[in-house]
């Protein structure tokens, strides 16, 4: 199988048209459809199904595309380390995390990290489930829980605390809960059917319950920085991560006897980037800033 022809192939599989394929490989579209006839002919089985609507994959097409995924993702994988200064970190890193932590506390950071690897460029993909660095969607991540896939590398980063807040407004006017059983009475801002992979986000509603009969919120959100508003606005009493740094919003922390559970955070990556400088520096910066963190607490 040509190469030429592959590439054009699996541009078309994730673009979905001959024309959105041409787009991206600088390509016209009657060049693109020879291309993918001439693969076809080859190959002796359609690879898409045509409509008018675009392109379908057939099964064998499903069949070779899976594997020009990978190949491509392993290629592009082995390119970035082949052209990695031996000097100093450089080239692409591709970051991703959960919404909440990347904006709020890893994304002003970043400025310092570039600062000191300026031959570094970063991609920071923000997401609430967890991408496929196996099939390179990132190259590194940083997850609230430990890595499920057995061949990724992890290390432990620190773990996160939940922190029970309300505004002074709240509490003015609805008194402020000293106990578990106190929540009953409580307006509650919880995190929404959509759940990031991060254990225990809703356990606010459950402190103090029966198993099974949690309390029901009065907004529920899947976004925590939204809780942070919310909560700020007056409108109930959440837990949120203690990254969000709640009193900087003006919010007041309650029921501190209460011992909350807490998150651990791994860093992420394929065992093919053991020896990535820039997998290092990086994950020798975050250690380094969650470590001033801690300490500051």
């Not at 579209?29 to 392109?55: C, D, K, M, N, W």
């Not at 310092?112 to 489930?129: A, I």
């Not at 991560?241 to 559970?261: A, F, S, W």
Request: charged letters at 25%; glycine letters at 6%.
């Amino acid at each position: 199988m040509d190469w030429d022809k592959l590439r054009v192939f699996h541009a078309v599989a994730e673009a979905g048209s001959f024309t959105h394929a041409g787009d991206t490989l600088n390509l016209s579209q009657s060049a693109v459809s020879r291309q993918i006839s001439a693969l076809e002919e080859t190959l002796q089985v359609p690879l898409f199904h045509r409509h008018a609507r675009g392109l379908i994959l057939t099964e064998q097409g499903e069949s070779l595309n899976r594997t020009v995924r990978e190949v491509f993702a392993k290629l592009a994988m082995t390119e970035a380390l082949l052209t990695e200064s031996k000097e100093k970190p450089a080239g692409r890193l591709k970051i991703t995390t959960t919404v909440g932590f990347g904006a709020k506390w890893l994304a002003p950071r970043l400025k310092d990290f570039l600062d000191q690897y300026p031959d570094v460029q970063v991609q920071l993909l923000l997401d609430d489930s967890d991408l496929d660095l196996a099939m390179r969607e990132a190259d590194v991540a940083i997850r609230m829980h430990p890595p499920r896939q057995p061949d990724l590398v992890q290390r432990h980063l620190t773990a996160i605390e939940w922190v029970v807040c309300a505004s002074p407004d709240y509490l003015t006017r609805h008194g402020t809960p000293l106990r578990a059983e106190d929540l009953d009475a409580h307006k509650l801002v919880l995190f929404g059917e959509y759940r990031p992979p991060v254990q225990d986000i809703n356990w606010l509603a459950e402190l103090g319950r029966r198993p099974g009969s949690p309390r029901r919120g009065l907004l529920e959100v899947n976004s925590l920085m939204a809780m942070t508003l919310a909560v700020k606005a007056g409108l109930g009493i959440a837990a949120l991560p203690d990254y969000l740094n709640p009193e900087d919003e003006g919010l007041v922390r309650i029921m501190t006897d209460i011992r909350p559970p807490k998150v651990d955070v791994f860093f992420v990556y394929p065992e093919e980037l053991r020896n990535s400088k820039r997998v290092a520096v990086f994950r020798d910066f975050l250690l380094a800033k969650l470590q001033q963190r801690g300490d500051r607490q």
